[in-house]
């Protein structure tokens, strides 16, 4: 017998133990699995939509406003913004809107935060690149507003602009770190500035039991396939 016969010879004999503790491995990452994603749904279902209900007693008595906050798994509408509803809009072009009368070109300054009520299309947000007041081709006087973004559609409902962002409020400001940090803490990546998110978390344990669960499949394979050349 070969030195490598011999080396095979060991390695069959420890292929069903390694097998039993590899399976021991995958049910312990179930487990894990398992809690953390009944944490994310604590997290999620429990005390972000608390939050929110804390939010809308103190937005609703403020006036007609509509917020951002909330959109939950929309990553890039987690900021805590509110937009005061500022009047019906027309559609122009995807970067375009106007107003019909009143002259808001005070309101929409360059650069100033436009939420957009798209309809079915969903809510848009860009900021102005530049609006003016004058008479279209009817002599209708109208304010128009273009955008930095090509995201307006034909659905557009009205348009609002920014009227609260952190640092106006304190208890608007508490509410929105609370937020942030629940929100964090499900979605953010691992890395070594203790940041991470259960999202990450359950990926990465997912990978390493796919990658456990192949090497199980591997080791009952070769208990068929070597022995034949363990002699």
């Known amino acids: 017998m070969s030195i490598y016969s011999e080396k095979l010879t060991e390695m069959l004999g420890t292929y069903d133990d390694t097998i039993a503790n590899t399976n021991k491995s995958i049910a312990s990452i179930d487990t894990q699995i398992d809690e953390l994603t009944e944490q994310?749904?604590?997290l999620q279902l429990g005390a972000m939509p608390e939050i929110v209900v804390d939010a809308n007693v103190i937005l609703s008595a403020k006036g007609d406003y509509v917020y951002?906050?909330?959109?939950?798994?929309?990553?890039?509408?987690?900021?805590?913004?509110v937009y005061d509803i500022v009047d019906?809009?027309?559609y122009v072009s995807s970067t375009t809107f106007k107003i019909l009368v009143t002259d808001y070109?005070?309101?929409?300054?360059e650069d100033v935060?436009?939420?957009?009520?798209?309809?079915?299309?969903?809510?848009?947000?860009s900021t102005v690149a530049s609006s003016n007041y004058g008479q279209d081709e009817f002599f209708d006087y109208e304010t128009t507003v273009i955008l930095n973004d090509s995201v307006l559609t034909s659905n557009i409902v009205n348009a609002c602009i920014i009227a609260y962002s952190y640092g106006d409020d304190t208890d608007l400001d508490s509410l929105k770190t609370n937020?942030?940090?629940t929100y964090d803490y499900i979605t953010k990546e691992i890395s070594g500035a203790g940041s991470y998110g259960l999202d990450d978390m359950i990926l990465k344990l997912t990978t390493g039991k796919e990658l456990l669960t192949?090497?199980?499949?591997?080791?009952?394979s070769a208990k068929t396939i070597l022995p034949e050349y363990a002699s």
């Open 40 to 42: 994310k749904n604590a």
């Open 68 to 81: 951002t906050y909330g959109y939950y798994g929309t990553k890039n509408l987690i900021d805590f913004n």
């Open 88 to 90: 019906v809009t027309t």
């Open 105 to 109: 070109t005070g309101t929409f300054t």
């Open 113 to 125: 935060s436009v939420l957009c009520d798209c309809g079915v299309d969903g809510i848009k947000i």
């Open 179 to 181: 937020f942030d940090f």
């Open 214 to 220: 192949a090497n199980v499949g591997k080791y009952t």
